[in-house]
């Protein structure tokens, strides 16, 4: 079963930057999409982006233009860059991974992002 390990995040100000990665390691399949969900306190989780392995991306409207979302298929790591960060950004961010196959999806333990104003 694969494992996803995320790092990254953590506290910054309102027009600052932070990156977070996502992992995988163990006994994974192949990959379809790599993507992140955050969820704010007393909110449902919510599509942030993703990133199929052939390269296409998709965003949340709330944070396209300053998020960037990327992946290195050979490390099955995926990144979230997010740029001009604003205090409704505040949430714990999830990674996760689509496997072609039946394989259940993969989820990463969560990181904390914290957006100060």
């Known amino acids: 079963q694969a494992q996803l390990v995320q790092s990254g995040g953590g506290l910054v100000q309102a027009g600052g930057s932070l990156r977070v990665s996502c992992a995988a390691s163990?006994?994974?399949?192949?990959?379809?999409?790599m993507g992140w969900y955050r969820q704010a306190p007393g909110k449902q989780r919510e599509f942030v982006a993703s990133?199929?392995?052939?390269?296409?991306?998709n965003y949340a409207d709330s944070v396209k233009g300053r998020f960037t979302i990327s992946m290195d298929y050979a490390k099955s790591t995926v990144y979230l860059q997010m740029n001009s960060l604003k205090v409704e950004d505040t949430a714990v961010y999830y990674c996760?991974?689509?496997?072609?196959?039946?394989?259940?999806?993969?989820w990463g333990q969560g990181t904390q992002v914290t957006v100060s104003s």
């Open positions: 996760n991974i689509d496997w072609y196959g039946n394989l259940p999806v993969s």
């Open positions: 163990g006994s994974t399949g192949t990959i379809y999409r």
């Open positions: 990133i199929e392995a052939i390269g296409t991306t």
